[in-house]
């Protein structure tokens, strides 16, 4: 199978109507054909952009995005480990999310760790009513890059801050950034607790973690990033 | 009415014997498979009018109510803690919708306020609970209440919301949310003394998320009272319970109170379109009367572009959703208005406007709220946007829906470009005298100017 063929076949396996195991031979493919893993995943990226670009239009629904999220995350499973034997310079990074304690509204958490699969982030999702220590070992353990906060309750916020105090406490706030957001999170309230980034919205998050890790400051920064 | 055991058993038995489902099968297949099956069988797919936000096809409504009760048939409600799906025979919800309530009252004494299932263009007068769980500081909790409650077109209390307990914050599934449900019913007590409205009926427990506000400050001594009160259950979207609810769900039945059943399907979310949305409330209304033996309240839509429902789409669904209610059962639903834009601007009036009104002309009974600011910003609520709203709700008793209609086309023009991007407002500090508790100059003017262009628009305020 030419180059072409094998990219484009991987392309309509994530946009498409097929199922992760699809996603996941056509990603093999990719890499028994030899092909640059940086074209692989470039290819792969374009295609769940698009899928993301028709849901920030209306064409599509959260669903039909979590799933196509689901596809990215497998053929990213796939094409990771090859990346460093490829030497690429693919960027992207690890992100542990979810929704902190006593808070078990999940859409917004969901919507944002799609949009981060759909830029290319290998995901960790911890779920909802997470413990600070959860997440502060889950990103540990993982080797994380940025940890994700959401919360939709004025009460739930206060686990925010605890996150950040907890990496302070055990000397590891250099290691993540740490990005918040839902819908009682304001940018100054985000600035006040001392978090990396706040973002508006899903979109919005994605780009925001884009930002971060191509911006060569370690954590924690000296100001909020707000794309 | 107390809540029946055999009915109380039977929803925790099967919530830890149901089918076993994961939330992301529920959540990406499920839902939208059987949502998007229903619509294609009763004809459904993109009946969505926005621009004619007040539906006034019967027919479209009752075909949305026979469409949500077969998704609630079909799909049931999943239990997040055991990730078992609790599910309902036809028969058994048509039972839960029979064995509601009519009419019920809240409150006592001179407070006491009666709900009754309301038709559609219903004279009888809605009523209207005040105002949703936005956060507010401790030192600014009892005047906002205070003058919340003073507002006569007030009926019921439910918020604001408490953000710290005695200067500590306030943290949801904590032992400081036991702390909080006594103490917002303190504080609740004491603005309602000082307001002169001893008795008014209460929505247990605003501040509260989890189940600890309830188990703390719900029929306790001091706390919110069982034969006057509601206790909210909450249940997240879609058609999802937990051990949370299922908690205050037992501790109102241990109380022998009654119970509020709410939730909300987001336009663009995992129900899919404004016509999935409606589907999917009015199947969660049903589940929630047939679970939770709800005495009051409904699952509404919001759009998830500006995480509001005063637009169009928004509109013509919540329209579709009480109406469907209001001819199909005689429950006594509730919705809650969600404005994004905040205290002394404009939009928030228009918002409530347009909103009020297509509510009291759908057949809802009670509606809570405001919502200011999208609920979004701490002591952004003040009662004068309290007052417009309610006066809108009860103005529009017995309006037209093709009127209703005709005015909305004329209100929605002044705000809707500004959904996602709504004024901020002021702050209650910022546009109230907090000793004299009255609006300032500037917030009164908006206030006078608005309610005369809705009165030349057609809405009855004068």
């Known amino acids: 199978m030419v ?57 599509i629904y959260l669903p039909e995005l979590m799933i196509a999220g689901r596809k990215m995350e497998r053929c990213m499973s796939v094409l990771r480990p ?53 997440f502060v070992h889950a990103a540990k353990d993982a080797g994380a890059d940025i940890i994700a906060l959401s919360s939709l309750m004025t009460t739930s916020l206060p686990y925010q801050q605890e996150v950040i105090d907890v990496l302070k406490e055990t000397g590891l706030r250099d290691r993540f950034y740490v990005i918040v957001g839902g819908g009682p999170v304001t940018p100054e309230f985000a600035e006040s607790i001392g978090a990396d980034g706040w973002a508006e919205n899903a979109a919005a998050a994605a780009r925001l973690c884009e930002m971060l890790m191509t911006s060569g400051e370690k954590p924690p920064l000296a100001k909020t990033v707000v794309p | 009415m107390a809540l029946n055991r055999e009915r109380l058993m039977q929803v925790l038995d099967r919530a830890h014997s149901g089918p076993i489902c994961e939330p992301f099968k529920w959540d990406t297949e499920v839902i939208p498979q059987t949502i998007a099956a229903a619509l294609k069988k009763y004809d459904l797919v993109k009946t969505c009018d926005p621009d004619n936000p007040v539906n006034q096809d019967d027919d479209l409504a009752d075909r949305f109510f026979q469409a949500g009760f077969d998704v609630a048939v079909e799909v049931g409600m999943l239990c997040l803690d055991t990730q078992r799906v ?28 009666t709900f009754r299932h309301r038709g559609l263009e219903d004279p009888f007068p809605p009523v209207w609970v005040a105002p949703l769980s936005i956060a507010v500081t401790e030192d600014l909790f009892i005047p906002v209440v205070e003058g919340i409650v003073r507002e006569s077109v007030v009926d019921c209390l439910e918020g604001p919301s408490l953000q710290t307990i005695w200067g500590s914050k306030l943290r949801a599934g904590s032992p400081y949310e ?35 506000g309830v188990l703390g400050g719900y029929g306790i001594p001091g706390g919110y009272k069982p034969e006057r009160d509601i206790v909210l259950l909450l249940t997240p979207v879609e058609m999802k319970t937990s051990y949370e609810v299922l908690h205050k769900l037992c501790q109102t039945y241990n109380c022998g109170g009654i119970t509020y059943g709410g939730s909300w399907s987001m336009i663009g979310g995992y129900a899919g379109g404004p016509e999935g949305a409606a589907v999917s409330c009015i199947a969660c209304t049903l589940l929630l009367y047939t679970a939770y033996q709800a005495s009051n309240g409904a699952s509404f839509p919001y759009d998830m572009k500006y995480m509001g429902n005063c637009g169009r789409k928004a509109q013509w669904a919540l329209g579709v959703v009480f109406q469907a209610l209001s001819r ?37 009974t009670s509606c809570t709220g405001p919502r ?80 005369d262009e809705v009165i030349k628009a057609g809405i009855p305020l004068n």
């Open chain 1, 3 to 59: 180059q072409g063929d094998v990219l484009e076949r991987l392309r309509e396996a994530i946009v498409g109507d097929s199922s992760l195991e699809d996603v996941e031979e056509a990603a093999r493919a990719v890499v028994e054909s030899g092909i640059d893993i940086n074209d692989a995943i470039h290819a792969a990226t374009e295609a769940i952009r698009s899928v993301g670009d028709c849901f920030e239009a209306g064409d």
């Open chain 1, 82 to 134: 090859h990346i460093k034997a490829a030497g690429s310079s693919v960027q992207g990074g690890r992100i542990v999310i979810g929704t902190v304690s006593g808070d078990i509204h999940d859409i917004g958490k969901n919507l944002v760790a799609t949009m981060m699969a759909v830029r290319g982030f290998d995901i960790m999702d911890l779920g909802v009513n997470v413990p600070p220590l959860k």
């Open chain 2, 86 to 113: 609790i599910k309902f025979s036809r028969e058994e919800i048509q039972h839960g919708l029979d064995a509601a309530p009519a009419e019920f009252t809240l409150g006592e004494g001179k407070q006491k306020v």
């Open chain 2, 178 to 212: 036991l702390l909080a449900g006594k103490l917002q019913a303190d504080l609740n007590y004491e603005a309602i003394r000082r307001a002169g409205r001893e008795g008014i009926g209460m929505y247990a427990v605003g501040t509260a998320p989890t189940h600890y």
């Open chain 2, 328 to 364: 199909n059962t005689h429950i006594c639903a509730n919705s809650v208005l969600n404005q994004t834009a905040g205290p002394a601007t404009k939009m928030l009036l228009y918002e409530s406007a347009v909103g009020m009104m297509n509510l009291a002309v759908s057949g809802a």
């Open chain 2, 372 to 451: 200011t600011a999208g609920g979004k910003f701490t002591n952004y609520i003040t009662p004068l946007e309290t007052r417009f709203a309610g006066e809108v709700f009860k103005a529009c008793a017995g309006m037209s829906r093709a009127k209703a209609n005709d005015i909305a086309n004329r209100l929605l023009p002044l705000y809707e470009a500004d959904l996602g991007k709504a004024p901020k407002g002021k702050s209650f500090p910022e546009c109230y005298d907090v000793e004299r508790l009255k609006p300032t100059e500037e917030w009164q003017r908006i206030y006078d100017e608005v309610k």
